[in-house]
């Protein structure tokens, strides 16, 4: 029997906002525990919540660009459950009447285009943070997360595979990024994934029993995840026993899932209407508003760079993936016009220094207009691509412009033909063993030489100067 897994991914998403959903309290990261609290959002007898509107703005931004019907009218519900760390004893959050539906967003996967669904999108209060203690046998609870406004994405199971899992995150990733709602952070929590993955044999249009996959802050650990959840659930088929509906913990440092507890269903969490809220009513006329304020997105970009620049896909694809490295490029072919020259330099030196040093495009004192500068400086033979190379990494470095660098180090390439011939003839004269080879047919030997009088004038020789000079010197 061939099993084939389907897969679904839910997406909880940190809203940029200044202030928590339902008070005013500070949603910033950092602070001392228990300092960004107040008497809503730490549940106390009595309190009213008051609905924050730049969230219902951000999720609605998060729906247009996801192609999601905004609802006319939604609500919010309580979903009960009780924690330590959920103070009120219920999560305001929204069941029934979602503010968003219906929506999809396409990846791309080894140059295949799919499409996946989007169910919903739904507004809801982030819970507080639990601190174990090590030394002691106490827990400690913060509630400056409580209250802090997430979306929830929740995907149709149209996932095939753990690759298309993580395209799909770093496409919805990227997309939150370029509508500047949430900074896409894995590692502080502030964009987190659970999977549900099931399989059922290939072709069929059931789905089997599916387990619920959590504690996944990284695409590798959600692909791995699913690698082995993917894994165990086969073997469990294939002994003939059945897959048990349960949630499972990933552990990072044994590559596993882990039984953590029964899954819940919907019914366990009593869901109601919260009664202290009014229905949520959206006038058109602000979703055309908010549709217009709407940047372009990192498909769309895509797009218009292999159009705009004659790029290959893939260069497109790279480029496009974070807002502010599509912004520099652009910057930087309106200085140096050869489109794919620069994306060659982008995807090359510049994302490998930033992946080096995990840094962002914004922390490289490399500006926009210092790269087209280097690139030109090639373009006109006023240094090679190897001496490029130095340059940029030092003003990497030292946020030198590239003029400045060549002049202090006197990079400039030599193009006198008279110079490079006295060294030509030199470098001959001192082989004379790999002059005698070469001559006997070993034209291979051409590169050892060309080395020869490039380590000779500090590789600031005009390679294609060097290449003609010796060729001819060496048919004499
Ligand atoms: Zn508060």
């Known amino acids: 029997m061939v099993l084939e897994p389907v897969i679904g991914l839910e997406v909880h998403a940190q809203l940029k906002t200044s202030t928590k959903i339902f008070c005013s309290c500070s949603t910033s990261f950092g602070a001392p525990p228990n300092t960004h609290t107040c008497p809503v959002c730490l549940g106390m007898p009595g309190v009213l919540p008051v609905l924050n509107k730049k969230v219902v703005e951000y999720t609605i931004r998060m729906a247009l660009a996801t192609n999601c019907a905004v609802a006319g009218e939604s609500r919010f519900a309580r979903k009960n459950y009780f924690y330590p760390d959920l103070p009120k004893g219920y999560q305001i959050s929204q069941y029934e009447l979602p503010i968003a539906q219906g929506g999809h967003i396409d990846i791309e996967i080894n140059g295949d285009v799919q499409r996946i669904g989007i169910t919903r999108i739904h507004m809801e209060e982030d819970a507080g943070k639990l601190g174990h203690d090590p030394q002691r046998p106490i827990s400690m609870v913060d509630f400056n997360r409580t ?17 298309a899992a993580g395209a ?29 993955v ?14 619920e996959l959590k504690n996944l802050n990284s695409f590798k650990h959600v692909e791995k995840a699913l690698h082995y959840e993917i894994n165990r659930q086969k073997e469990v088929i294939l002994d003939g026993a059945a897959v048990v509906q349960e949630t499972r913990l990933w552990d990072p440092e044994k590559n596993k899932t882990t039984s953590m507890r029964g899954k819940e269903e919907a019914h366990d969490y009593r869901y109601f209407p919260d009664p202290d809220l009014l229905p949520l009513v959206i006038d058109e006329q602000w979703i055309q508003k908010i549709k217009t304020g709407l940047p372009e997105l990192p498909d769309q970009k895509k797009r218009r760079f292999v159009r705009e620049y004659d790029l290959p896909t893939y260069d497109a694809g790279l480029l496009t993936s ?48 210092d790269l087209a500068q280097l690139l030109e400086l090639i373009d006109k033979g006023t240094i090679s691509g190897k001496i490029a190379k130095s340059v940029f990494d030092e003003m990497a470095q030292t946020g030198k412009p590239p003029a400045t660098i060549v002049n202090e180090k006197g990079l ?56 003609e000079l010796l060729k001819s010197k060496l048919a004499g």
């Open 147 to 163: 209250g802090v406004p997430l979306i929830e994405i929740v995907s149709e199971p149209d996932i095939g595979s753990p690759e």
């Open 168 to 196: 799909y995150l770093r496409q919805l990733r990227s997309i939150v990024r370029y509508l500047g709602i949430c900074d896409g952070n894995l590692e502080e929590g502030s964009f987190r994934c659970d999977a549900n």
């Open 198 to 211: 099931s399989l059922r044999p290939a072709g069929s249009g059931a789905l089997g029993t599916r387990t």
């Open 322 to 369: 974070e807002r502010e490295l599509a912004d520099y490029f652009e910057a930087c072919v309106r200085c140096f016009p050869n489109a794919k020259q620069v994306s060659n330099w982008i995807m090359g030196p510049l994302l490998g220094l930033l992946n080096a040093e995990d840094k962002a495009i914004a922390a490289v004192p490399v500006s926009a207009a």
């Open 412 to 467: 400039v390439q030599i193009t006198d033909s008279g110079a490079i011939a006295a060294v030509v003839s030199r470098v001959i004269l001192n082989c004379p063993k790999e002059v005698k080879a070469y001559k006997k047919g070993k034209t291979k030997l051409l590169g050892f030489f060309v080395g020869q009088v490039m380590k000779e004038t500090g590789g600031k020789a005009n390679p294609k100067l060097v290449n």
